[in-house]
């Protein structure tokens, strides 16, 4: 990224921002690059976590790590004025921490939270059938910490690069899941490649200034709702892939329908929250002063608050899809439904005639992408040769 940090820009639109924005592009992925290698750690070391079923700790770095984030943002944007260079530095500032701090637990040098992992984990005891513990033995168990001799998990981070051989099974796992997140960053991409590209004649650079700006708030928004909207998909992911390993289908059933009706309350509830911001004008002053920049928002927030509980069900359906380990087929819908949201991009921006803005059509396609992936992960959850069968119908 920083090698070819110009050339991804120019693909990105900033020659249409002008030279400013640009500078700030360029310094903002410079600082974040470097970031790189510590995102990658800790998605990975966050992964290694859940399969331990500990998310305590994952949840208690992060959140350390967001207040590190936070305060200097405060500190290097509001009292020193670096703009979105300071936001940067305290991004990625914010990233190695974090990393370091996953890999100091899974190397057993600092506690993790639940003691499963890190320098608080204990040896644990079989108990005999009896229910009798030798007091020698109990004493032992005690004693037992990292660093000696036992089925202590001690997980040594090294800087050796793996053979083809070791990583072929996650290359091969994995791949249908990359398919899947690479073609939805894809189209988030292109979505702001093309709000930046927004306007006409003499006033194309304030135009696309005001437009990328507008987007970046309302996507902001957005996937603010979609985290919250992904806590639900987390669990149910888990609950689901426990009932199948169950082969409890009746169960299965009934967490996939309960999680619908939550998510379906909770896009109700996010709506009705963007909508009182919107009308009482908080949102769109919370973010920016800019008239121009307010002016491109305001419609993007009716777009926003109508499309809450369907992204609330489409990420359900995704933890649901998920815990069904149907990887395959979420990397074909998206593919599908990426394929879709494009084409209706292209119909609306050259093949129709109206006064809607290109910033708006954006928003139209990606609002098309998640219908998409609605529809087509209805159709796999409610196939009676599935491994949901939501409707019961087998």
């Known amino acids: 990224m920083i090698a070819f940090s110009q050339p991804l820009l120019d693909v990105m639109g900033t020659g249409n921002t002008g030279a400013g924005a640009n500078g700030f592009a360029t310094s903002f992925l410079t600082i974040r690059a470097i970031a790189a290698p510590a995102y990658f750690l800790i998605s990975a070391s966050t992964g290694i976590l859940r ?54 637990i899974l190397a057993g040098k600092v506690p993790s939270v639940d003691g499963l992992l890190g320098s608080n984990q204990e040896r644990q005891v079989l108990v005999p059938s009896d229910g009798i513990v030798e007091e020698e033995e109990e004493e032992t168990s005690r004693s037992m910490t990292r660093g000696e001799e036992g089925d202590l998990i001690v997980i040594t981070p090294t800087l050796e690069i793996p053979t083809w051989k070791n990583i072929k099974p996650l290359v091969i796992a994995s791949s249908s899941a990359f398919v899947r997140s690479f073609m939805l960053q894809l189209s988030i991409a292109g979505a702001a490649a093309m709000a930046a590209r927004t306007g006409d004649g003499s006033e194309i650079t304030d135009s696309a200034s005001a437009s ?3 987007h970046q708030i309302a996507l902001q928004l957005w996937l603010l709702g979609s985290f919250v909207c992904d806590a639900l998909a987390a669990a149910s992911q888990t609950l689901v892939a426990d009932g199948i390993g169950r082969e409890d289908s009746r169960g299965v059933r009934d967490v996939s329908k309960i999680v619908f009706a939550y998510s379906l309350g909770l896009g109700v509830l996010l709506s009705s929250a963007l909508a009182i911001g919107d009308y009482s004008g908080f949102l769109v002053n919370l973010f920016t002063s800019d008239k121009a920049t307010q002016e491109a928002l305001i419609p993007l927030l009716t777009i926003l608050i109508s499309a809450q509980p369907l ?32 084409m209706s991009f292209v119909g609306l921006q050259y093949f129709t005639v109206d006064n809607t803005s290109t910033l708006q059509h954006v928003w139209y396609g990606l609002i098309i992408l998640q219908l998409m992936r609605g529809l087509t992960s209805l159709w796999k959850l409610s196939d009676k040769e599935g491994p949901i069968d939501l409707f019961e119908r087998a």
Request: aromatic share 8%.
């Open 212 to 214: 990328i700006a507008a």
């Open 51 to 104: 399969g331990y079923l500990d998310t305590k700790t994952a949840f208690t770095i992060l959140l350390f790590a967001n207040i590190i984030n936070l305060s200097l943002d405060v500190v290097l944007i509001s009292v020193l004025d670096m703009g979105p260079t300071g936001a940067a530095i305290a991004t990625t500032t914010a990233e190695w921490v974090s990393a370091a701090s996953f890999l100091a």
């Open 311 to 342: 992204n609330a069900l489409v990420f359900s359906a995704d933890g649901i899809l998920q815990g069904a380990s149907q990887f395959s087929f979420q990397a074909k819908s998206m593919v599908l439904s990426s394929s879709v949201a494009i």
